[in-house]
DNA sequence: CTGAAAGCGCTTACAG
DNA sequence: CTGAAAGCGCTTACAG
């Protein structure tokens, strides 16, 4: 059914070596050849097997990439970058995800065996780095996307937690803001202590405490819950630095209940910049992290890898950026 | 250095015939020497590699997936979905994106040809009905996600759009909404042709009349500057049925700038229900369409398919479903 | 119940 | 510059 190189080889008068070399354009091959070859190609509609490619030589020209979940919101913008990297080197991109425990992972290691793909990209499902960790020891090329701060021995792409941290920090400052609520996302996360401590470490420069520290877990009913509780315990905060916007979209909600308006009452600042944030009620500011630049990033680093050349274990840092929308105006 | 089936046959002192009708339980086999050969594969972690597999059987036990974009507020719904059926039946999934236009049309074909998966799941990018249409005559299993009224000749799973449409009608009727603004998404779209058909004829049993209908591009700024445009001419409406949320935002906002109360003073009604309808400022009301089954029925029916059993080529229909939230408050 | 051999569709030394 | 042959790692008649 389908045409292989034996048919055109045939059609071409000619061997399945020849075939072969004008298609790795090999050079060594007569000009005039190798146009007739070419012409047989076309003609026929030839497309060499990927899978009888691989065989023979070993990579399959895939990469694979895992993610704990494709409906976080800013894990479609990772993807795009991911797609669009790969797509462009004519590579295939396999996606895995992780999220039914042991079975899934079981599952997905012997897909690593089963040789199905040259490298790994990966957004790192919790509790998955020991795993990774073999994986890439026994010869995988692995990238991480966000690393969570757990400074694995592979390569990763992250960005500027610290100085993000830092920027949210200057900004409320800069408006007048003397009592900031921090809410962060879980503290076993790197990313995590990073923007509280470049939180601290600015608000501590300008003489403002950080006394009001609640760790959460970076969803929107968590910000919600966190919010109303302080409230009702009366505690005072006149801004908040939520560690993601999910969270920060909560805490809005929260302070809206209250009857305090965002943000002459309190400015809210989240992180990360998810397409939904210029649509809240007041619009978002937030820290931008640009996830599919570090998706790009992170695929570009792996196929670099597969090309055979050494890429930095150190982890590539992008830039964030403090976006300002209504919940945080500029000062 | 990866171990392959004539080591695992030579290990355990029998020939890669038997190794093979172990692997893949075709019985005939004594079952102590199945013991045996098991008990190495364990040892040695053995895998087969899926690419000699497939050369061999003639299948990839791989799917495709079509996607126009990864960022579209409901596509990680959808391939979640795709994902975690493919997965659990032991497929893997190869993700392409048609986002470069006729470049990367070609390069998807070719990947076709080249025999890379077995079968395809499309979220149609626009215009390549004709592309997957040929594919489908040439013997490619495909099933489209989310026809878009097209009604091609291969299997395809929808929602409910015209039952969805007089759902949102009954809904703002009930609550005595009378002059209702209808905006829609791209008239080409047999999916918008059915919502507003629905929404017409229940408010036309209900002898409301739906005189003010605008045609859109489902983007949120699209949104905003129809309902801006259509309030500074002066016209009047006390509902809106936008025929996506995204663009259902954007109207909310323009109402907003305008001073008007949502849902006091014009109700507002959605489409989809994207993840961040319930956090909208007040939160949406829409029509839910259920992309996660969608995406899940789906790659059920494709992987019927591939086992070799036929599949319904009328289109499966699954249900939409009124979501009341405060933006449209039941009646 | 078991194995030798051919075949899946390519690539790659090796020889000419 | 070109081709015959071996090999990639499996599966599957075919024979015993």
Redesign the pocket.
């Known amino acids: 059914m389908?045409?292989?190189?034996?048919d055109v080889a045939h059609a071409a008068?000619?061997?399945?070596?020849?075939?072969?070399?004008v298609?790795?354009t090999r050079?060594?091959?007569?000009a005039s050849?190798?146009a007739r070859v070419r012409e047989v190609i076309n003609r026929m509609g030839?497309?060499?097997?990927s899978?009888?490619?691989g065989?023979?030589?070993?990579n399959s020209r895939t990469v694979g990439m895992l993610v704990p979940s494709l409906t976080w919101p800013w894990m479609g913008e990772v993807l795009q970058g991911v797609v669009d990297t790969v797509e462009a080197a004519d590579f295939g991109l396999l996606l895995f995800t992780c999220n039914r425990g042991t079975e899934s992972v079981t599952r997905f290691t012997s897909q690593v065996s089963a040789r199905a793909f040259d490298g790994l990209l990966v957004v790192e499902p919790e509790n998955t780095l020991d795993m990774l960790t073999a994986l890439h020891r026994e010869g995988l090329p692995v990238v991480l996307i966000d690393d969570r701060g757990h400074h694995p021995e592979f390569p990763s792409v992250t960005a500027t937690n610290f100085e993000g941290g830092a920027s949210a920090a200057r900004h409320l400052l800069a408006d007048g803001r003397r009592k900031p609520l921090v809410l962060t996302g879980p503290a076993r996360f790197g990313c995590v202590r990073d923007r509280l401590a470049g939180f601290r470490a600015t608000c501590g420069e300008h003489g403002v405490g950080v006394d009001l520290v609640v760790e959460g877990d970076f969803t929107e009913t968590d910000g919600r819950r966190v919010v109303r509780r302080l409230l009702a315990a009366g505690r005072e905060f006149d801004a908040v630095f939520a560690h993601n916007d999910l969270a920060a979209v909560g805490v809005m909600g929260a302070l809206r209940d209250a009857g305090l308006r965002v943000p002459e009452d309190v400015a809210v600042i989240g992180f990360d910049d998810i397409p939904m944030a210029p649509h809240t009620e007041p619009s978002l500011s937030t820290v931008r992290q640009p996830m599919r630049e570090m998706g790009e990033t992170a695929a570009r680093m792996l196929l670099t890898r597969l090309a055979g050349e050494e890429i930095p274990t150190a982890p590539v840092v992008l830039p964030t950026e403090m976006i300002t929308r209504r919940s945080a105006p500029a000062g």
Chains 1, 2 share one sequence.
Do not use: F, Q, W
Not at 2 to 6: E, G, K, L, R, S
Not at 13 to 21: D, L, P
């Open positions: 389908a045409v292989t190189i034996a008068g000619v061997s399945k070596t020849t075939v072969s070399r298609l790795n050079g060594e091959v007569d050849t190798a030839y497309v060499p097997s899978g009888a490619v065989l023979a030589r070993g």
